[in-house]
Nanobody, 121 residues
Framework: QVQLVESGGGLVQPGGSLRLSCAASGITFSAYIMSWFRQAPGKERELVARISQFGSKTNYPEYPDSVKGRFTISRDSAKNTVYLQMNVLKPEDTAVYYC???????????WGQGTQVTVSS
C-alpha cells in the first residue's frame, strides 16, 4: 500500500519559515519524481517544486517564479522523504500543500492527504 504522509504545516507570520516533510512508503522512492503542489481556496492546484528521480540527468529541481529563491525542495533517499523548505513566506502562500509522486517510467502517480499552511499576522 502506497502512502505519502505530509507534515510540518501550520500558522506562521509573514516573513517566517516552515519546512514540510513527506514520508513515502510502499514505493521504490528513488524511481519517483517528487513534487509539491498547493491549492488555495477557490484556486486550481499549482506546482510549487519538483525534484527528479535519483540519477536523472534532466534539469531538476524546478520552481515557478512565484516561489523561486524562497522555496527549496530536497530528498533524502535513506529516509524515503522529500522536504520543502519555505522561507520569506507571504500571505499568498497560504494553501493546502500536497506531496506528489510520479514514477519516471510508468507515470503511476500518488498524492498525499495535504497539510495546511497559513501565513498571517
Amino acid at each position: 500500500q502506497v502512502q505519502l504522509v505530509e507534515s510540518g504545516g501550520g500558522l506562521v507570520q509573514p516573513g517566517g519559515s516552515l519546512r514540510l516533510s513527506c514520508a513515502a512508503s510502499g514505493i521504490t522512492f528513488s524511481a519517483y519524481i517528487m513534487s509539491w503542489f498547493r491549492q488555495a481556496p477557490g484556486k486550481e492546484r499549482e506546482l510549487v517544486a519538483r525534484i527528479s528521480q535519483f540519477g536523472s540527468k534532466t534539469n531538476y529541481p524546478e520552481y515557478p517564479d512565484s516561489v523561486k529563491g524562497r522555496f527549496t525542495i530536497s530528498r533524502d533517499s535513506a529516509k524515503n522523504t522529500v522536504y520543502l523548505q519555505m522561507n520569506v513566506l507571504k500571505p499568498e502562500d497560504t494553501a493546502v500543500y500536497y506531496c506528489n509522486a510520479v514514477h519516471w517510467v510508468s507515470s503511476n502517480a500518488y498524492w498525499g492527504q495535504g497539510t495546511q499552511v497559513t501565513v498571517s499576522s
